[in-house]
């Protein structure tokens, strides 16, 4: 509320608020010697304040005609213009701009972030705010962006309002739920609001009505379940799935890569043929040759180990499947790097006429399962898969045997 008081070194009064709750104290000199008109100046404040408050409280038109003749009698404008019977619509400027916010939100993360953290985030985007309104927002240049964009379904909008203050936490909820979306995704759900929300209170575009609870996405729940079971395939299945694709060797080959070398689908296709086997290592690096279509790895580059098992399989590729004029090594027919949609669409139609359900994400648990079961160090296995030791602990804690057990089993 708006206080007045007079400095001592002065003979006008000033005046002195807290424009909202948490906010910092306001001082101002009123100009004026005059108490009575001080202190109407410090009661309009209180009720600007309060209006401000109120602001998306829509009166009803009964009520602005009823006072539209006191109005008039101050000299203030009309508040109807309309006739008795016609409807009047005051529709409020948006306090939050979201178009504004998510399109400084995307260029901060466009530069801070690796490539696929930002497409992850603007095809969650598209899913809340609609294709249409997040592709005219997205700060990518245009010959970068994805030429199968226009094979994509649009998205329609969920969320069709203007002003980021009216998405709560209630408003996420009921996204979720209608969406039906699994805990992982809903986690990262919650994270991204939890971005948008903070980059918009960080650079002053949102303050929120309650600034013990600015960030709407704390108070969401974490989506983080313990003890989930993972799929897991036996080596039965594995054959199974390698009998699935065989009748296409380069989708095999991609198989075989994530099933016995951890990688996931994305970076098998930045694989050139110089990168194998070299020295025992496949290497798996940053591609930089200049070109719309490079990719970039979602976790740096890194060496992964040839295994008995795959060097074989990286020799039945080499003489199956010439190189030809691409040296990539999942090609495709023009010679670019096959994309990710490209390979995981073929997979499943393979996958479908064989009647399996499995997805890549199980290839990587899987090889994970395997190696911790054969007693890799699970420093040396966050390495070789590009992840961390604390994931590793996360998904895979019950299958590490104890020390003892393992000395015991051996003896």
Same mark, same amino acid.
């Given at each position: ?14 005046? !002195? ?22 202190? $109407?100046?410090?009661?309009? +404040?209180?009720?600007? %304040? ?6 998306? %409280? ?44 998510? &399109?400084?939100?995307?260029?901060? !993360? ?10 992850? $985030? ?10 249409? &309104? ?12 994805? &030429?199968?964009? =226009? ?32 805990? !992982? ?38 989506? =983080? ?42 970076? /098998?296709?930045?694989? =050139? ?8 290592? %496949? ?10 279509? #490079?990719?970039?790895? $979602?976790?740096?580059?890194? #060496? ?27 090609? #495709? ?23 399996? #359900? ?20 699970? =420093? ?23 020390? +003892? ?5 051996? /003896?």
């Amino acid at each position: 509320m708006a206080s007045i008081y007079r400095r001592p070194d002065s003979q006008n009064f000033c005046i !002195s608020c807290y424009p909202r709750p948490g906010a910092k104290l306001v001082r101002a000199s009123l100009g004026t010697d005059n108490e009575d008109l001080a202190q $109407k100046v410090a009661r309009k +404040v209180d009720l600007l %304040i309060e209006l401000e408050r109120m602001a998306d %409280i829509e009166v009803p038109k009964n009520v602005l005609a009823a006072f539209d003749g006191l109005r008039r009698s101050f000299g203030a404008p009309a508040l109807l213009d309309a006739g008795p019977t016609d409807t009047v619509v005051r529709e409020l400027p948006p306090k939050c701009p979201i178009d504004n916010v998510i &399109r400084s939100f995307l260029v901060r !993360s466009e530069v801070s972030n690796v490539y696929h953290a930002t497409s992850d $985030k603007i095809s969650r985007l598209r899913q809340f705010f609609g294709s249409e &309104r997040i592709n005219a927002l997205d700060p990518r240049p245009p010959e970068v962006l994805k &030429r199968r964009r =226009k094979k994509i379904k649009m998205a329609p909008p969920w969320f069709k309002k203007d002003d980021l203050a009216l998405i709560t936490t209630d408003t996420i909820l009921t996204f979720l739920a209608e969406k039906n979306y699994s805990r !992982s995704y809903k986690r990262h759900y919650r994270e991204l609001f939890h971005e948008l929300f903070q980059h918009a209170l960080k650079s002053g575009a949102y303050r929120p009505e309650n600034p013990y609870a600015a960030n709407p996405a704390d108070d969401l729940p974490s989506f =983080k379940g313990t003890g989930e079971p993972i799929t897991v395939l036996s080596a039965a299945e594995v054959e199974e799935q390698y009998r699935a694709v065989s009748p296409n060797a380069l989708i095999l080959f991609g198989c075989q890569l994530m099933l016995e070398g951890g990688f996931r689908m994305h970076e /098998i296709l930045t694989l =050139k043929r110089r990168d194998l086997d070299v020295g025992g290592k %496949i290497r798996l690096i940053l591609p930089d040759d200049g070109r719309s279509n #490079s990719t970039r790895l $979602k976790t740096g580059q890194r #060496s992964v180990t040839v295994r008995p098992v795959l060097r074989p399989m990286i020799e039945r590729f080499r003489e199956t499947i010439p190189g030809g004029d691409s040296d990539w090594c999942f090609a #495709s027919p023009t010679g670019d790097r096959m994309t990710s949609d490209t390979f995981g669409e073929l997979l499943r139609q393979l996958n479908r006429a064989a009647g399996h #359900s499995w997805t890549t994400q199980d290839f990587r648990h899987t090889f994970a399962t395997n190696r911790i079961e054969e007693g890799w160090n699970l =420093k040396t296995l966050a390495q070789e898969m590009g992840t961390s030791v604390q994931m590793l602990m996360e998904h895979y804690a019950g299958f590490i045997e104890p020390p +003892v057990l393992a000395a015991a089993r051996s /003896i």
